[in-house]
């Protein structure tokens, strides 16, 4: 018979469990004993509580050897910062998966001490419930994690009437720096630096020493710069890389076949640099697949010049994939390879890994082969002028290509494009804006993207051609690395479904997401004037595709089986699926390697990391270089739209150039605004006036700071009516109770208390 552990112990089982959760993973089993008052032989009653409540997954025993319920997160632990959520708050998620579930978000407030963090960091950070009845979490950062939280990107700015001081660049890090003794001599007044801290003072600010100085605060290229040191980009090549890209001899033909005669060519934008894919169509002739279609996607053999584990190859690892900032890209390979033997340059021999991929007249893919070739592109073209041939207006090279090389292209198209519409992947309008930059380096303009049939067509075939990599590959039972989307979670769409009543529309809970209701949903907003807020509002319920050897599918695009396999030279999972696939259909010797072969999560882990890295370093440019377009129009009025609602303040997008900035709830008035989560909306306290997600505003440009990307606006347009919100009594917590005096009374009040 099985011992009770609470038979004359002095205390119950619920007085245990209660002294655990107050403990919130403080209390060893001395401490517990303590907490309850044991003494003697009652701690041994004590211990095989501990063991019954352990086993039966009540609770757990952390790496303090402290114990805490097993659904209650640590009070300190580490987090990710993962994503923003509808509302522009940042959320978190722990980074041991036993403790992933909960809602955490990154306390506003906490933002203002210590260094900032944003999406990718990992930091130690206090945990405490969300005010009034919201389950989850709010964290605090303690600090960030990595090296990022002891070198920090700051410009040192000089003071005639006190020391010098470092202003972080980060716009979310509002405390300054101090040089240390005899660091103010390694820079000049406005120069950007990387610092590390020398000092952690309790109270003042904390001193820093200068490690590097990376160039001018105020230089036109200044965005670029910050933003590749502060998200950590690595810029240039080791000496070993380039050595080993000087000694490359290119590759001759062998026994590759010879693809020569098929006029392939390559469609990019107008100031591309680099070319790695090439395109062809033509009419099926076999009778057996009436009215079909081959279509033949060649793409650069990196795999020919980067070989495993050699300079070049840890260095491509390493970087993950090329950055396109405004001004510049940063490139995964050195030049020659990017620009020169792995571009595939018009009138120039070049290797290639080609598909051929056979379609029925429906578009649907019923047959492919892979092929390692020797190919010559025929043409050159931009998008702009494929188009314009298609169109019927023309001129030179495109005009010569249209009938018997651009026509069939458009033909098999049509074929793919019928296919796609059956498949139903999602249809979200993201247009993207495009900075113009000069050769000085400064800003011309922003414009919007022009999206061309030209640029589907090129971009249905890439996908088709990734389809048939992850489908060849998984016939020879390789193991690949997979491109996968997971479906939304409930969460997100929990905070759509809420959302979507406020714009008179509404979303079923409990069926399963697919992206034909996405679209059902889009469609019927597209005529009205929320379309724009019900597109944003449904991409940020979206999950982030990433790479992975276990294949869940691509939820986005509606595939089963995806993978990377068409831009090898800017990202580095593509070139491991192209030498699994010449290791798996015999292509060379020069295939995937076992050693690479057993580390392929590994680098879809790492390459996922890189590509937020980049993206997040390519979005924070674009702001800074806007930034500085903008410094000279402060005061000018803009048009707008709320895009984002949080406790602290409104997001808004400008039309014209699509920038964003934040008009703090300080700015909007004497009236208390409350934060109405479900509708997306700051109310007003006394007179119901509501600013909304979606909202159309005029704002005034306050401030915009080119060093840190941020820009401050006023909003001009009055609140829309509405009924006040009930329970009038006070605002529900500090961040609502900024911006008028009576808020500032009432706190000062409640610390007399």
């Known amino acids: 018979m099985n011992e009770d552990p609470y038979a004359r112990s002095g205390f119950t089982k619920d007085a245990l469990i209660e002294a655990i959760r107050l403990g919130e993973g403080r209390f060893t089993k001395r401490e517990l004993a303590k907490a309850l008052g044991l003494k003697g032989d009652q701690r041994s009653g004590l211990k095989l509580a501990l063991r019954e409540l352990t086993d039966a997954g009540v609770i757990r025993k952390n790496e303090q050897k402290a114990y805490e319920m097993a659904d209650q997160l640590p009070s300190v632990t580490v987090l990710e910062v993962i994503d923003r959520d509808v509302d522009g708050e940042f959320l978190c998620q722990p980074v ?43 964290a605090s950062v303690i600090k960030k994690l990595g090296q990022s939280a002891h070198r920090i990107l700051c410009v040192l700015r000089h003071n005639d009437r006190g020391p010098a001081r470092l202003v ?23 120069d950007l630096v990387i610092v590390r801290i020398a000092s952690e003072r309790r109270h003042g600010l904390k001193t820093a020493i200068i490690d590097e100085v990376v160039g001018r605060a105020d230089s036109a290229r200044a965005g670029s710069i910050i933003a590749m040191a502060e998200h950590g980009v690595p810029d240039g090549f080791l000496d070993a890389e380039l050595k080993q890209v000087d000694d490359i001899e290119p ?98 021999e070049r290797p290639c890994l080609a598909v051929r991929m056979v379609f029925d007249r429906n578009g649907n893919q019923i047959g492919h082969r892979f092929i390692r070739g020797w190919m010559r592109s025929a043409a050159k073209l931009a998008y702009e002028e494929a188009q314009a041939a298609i169109d019927g207006q023309g001129s030179g090279k495109a005009e010569t290509l249209l009938e018997d090389v651009l026509k069939p292209l458009w033909g098999a198209y049509d074929a793919l494009r019928s296919a796609r519409k059956r498949r139903e992947p999602l249809e979200i309008d993201a247009p993207e804006r495009k900075v113009i930059v000069g050769e000085d380096g400064r800003v011309q303009g922003v414009r919007l993207r022009e999206r061309f049939d030209a640029h589907k067509l090129i971009e249905e075939m890439m996908i088709q051609a990734n389809v048939a990599a992850a489908t060849a590959l998984e016939a020879k039972n390789s193991p690949l ?9 409930s ?41 724009e807020t019900v597109n944003e509002v449904v991409l940020r319920s979206q999950s982030q595709a990433v790479y992975d050897t276990d294949n869940i599918g691509h939820f986005g695009l509606n595939l089963a089986k995806y993978a990377h396999f068409t831009s090898p030279i800017r990202r580095y999972a593509d070139l491991t699926v192209h030498r699994a696939l010449i290791r798996a259909y015999n292509l060379g010797s020069d295939g995937q390697s076992d050693k690479e072969r057993s580390q392929l999560q590994r680098i879809a882990e790492d390459t996922t990391q890189n590509e937020r890295r980049a993206m997040a370093a390519e979005r924070d440019a674009v702001d800074r270089f806007i930034a500085a377009w903008l410094a000279d129009r402060v005061g000018t009025e803009f048009e707008g739209r709320i895009t984002g609602v949080t406790r602290f303040g409104l997001f808004v997008r400008l039309h014209e150039t699509g920038a964003d900035g934040l008009c703090p709830v300080s ?18 306290q006394s007179s119901g006036g509501r600013y909304r997600l979606g909202m159309a505003v005029t704002v005034r440009l306050d401030e915009a700071t080119p060093v840190t990307g941020g820009l401050l606006f006023d909003i001009l347009t009055p609140p829309e009516s509405g009924k006040p919100p009930k329970g009038r009594g006070r605002p529900r917590d500090k961040y609502e109770r900024r911006g008028s005096p009576r808020a500032k009374k009432h706190n000062a009040r409640r610390k007399k208390r």
């Open 667 to 684: 700015r909007l008035g004497s009236e208390y605004f409350m934060h109405d989560e479900a509708a997306h909306a700051l109310v007003g």
């Open 491 to 531: 969460e997100k769409l929990d905070t759509l479904a809420d959302f979507l009543p406020h714009v008179g529309l509404k979303w079923t809970r409990g069926e399963r997401p697919t992206a034909a209701r996405f679209n059902t949903l889009l469609q019927a907003a597209h005529p009205t004037d929320h379309y």
């Open 96 to 138: 041991k998966p036993e403790l992933q579930g909960p809602k955490i978000i990154l306390k506003p407030g906490e933002r203002t001490r210590g260094p900032a963090a944003g999406v990718g960091d990992k930091i130690l950070a206090r945990l405490a419930p969300l005010p009034g009845e919201e389950e989850g979490y709010e």
């Open 251 to 348: 590759v001759s033909m062998g026994n590759r076949e010879d693809l020569r005669d098929i006029p392939l060519v390559t469609i990019d934008p107008a100031d591309a640099r680099d070319h790695d894919d090439a395109v062809w169509a033509a009419p099926d002739d076999d009778p057996k697949n009436p009215d079909g279609w081959i279509v033949m996607v060649a793409i650069a053999d990196v795999a020919a010049y980067v070989t495993p584990t050699s300079a070049l190859d840890k260095g491509a690892r390493n970087r993950g994939v090329s950055v396109y900032l405004p001004d510049r890209v940063v490139p995964m390979l050195p030049e020659r390879l990017s620009n020169d033997l792995c571009s595939l340059r018009e009138g120039e």
């Open 168 to 190: 972080p660049v980060d716009r979310r890090a509002r405390h300054e720096l101090v040089p240390a003794r005899g660091e103010t001599s390694k820079a000049e007044d406005g």
């Open 481 to 489: 690395i997979y491109r996968i989307h997971d479906e939304p979670g």
